[in-house]
């Protein structure tokens, strides 16, 4: 694929813009900016906010939020891995350390 940044038309909120991307990279950017127009369609058509940078921002900020809570849970999963292959790597160094014949057979 060709690593060359050509224009690429997405619309939101009615209006269309023209963004450079890489060929490798516009698919992601059609998925972020239908994902991007339908949630601010949604803040929209609920009529709670008004004006189109009203919509924008506080769309940003209902995005950003899910990200924070997205990153946190995911934290917490890294940590508990890291936590569970440290245990394991304990117990084998300790079943190595009991029995040599073991330790042959790993290093062949």
Same mark, same amino acid.
């Given at each position: 694929?060709?690593?060359?940044?050509?224009?690429? =038309? %997405?619309?939101?909120? &009615? /209006?269309?813009?023209? %963004?450079?991307?890489?060929? &490798?990279?516009?698919?992601?950017?059609?998925? $972020? $900016? /239908?994902?991007?127009?339908? /949630?601010?369609?949604?803040?929209?058509?609920?009529?709670?906010?008004?004006? $189109?940078?009203?919509? !924008?921002?506080?769309? !940003?900020?209902?995005?950003?939020?899910?990200?924070? @809570?997205? /990153?946190?849970?995911?934290?917490?999963?890294?940590?508990?891995? &890291? @936590? @569970?292959?440290?245990?394991?790597?304990?117990?084998? =160094? =300790? @079943?190595?350390?009991?029995?040599?014949?073991?330790?042959?057979?790993?290093? &062949?």
């Amino acid at each position: 694929m060709s690593q060359e940044s050509r224009p690429t =038309s %997405i619309t939101i909120l &009615d /209006k269309d813009y023209l %963004i450079s991307c890489n060929d &490798d990279e516009r698919e992601q950017l059609y998925n $972020a $900016a /239908k994902y991007l127009n339908n /949630k601010l369609h949604e803040l929209k058509n609920s009529g709670k906010v008004i004006g $189109a940078e009203r919509i !924008a921002v506080m769309t !940003a900020l209902n995005i950003t939020s899910e990200y924070l @809570a997205y /990153k946190q849970e995911n934290s917490g999963y890294t940590h508990r891995v &890291d @936590a @569970a292959i440290k245990r394991m790597q304990s117990k084998i =160094s =300790s @079943a190595l350390g009991k029995n040599d014949s073991l330790e042959h057979y790993l290093t &062949d």
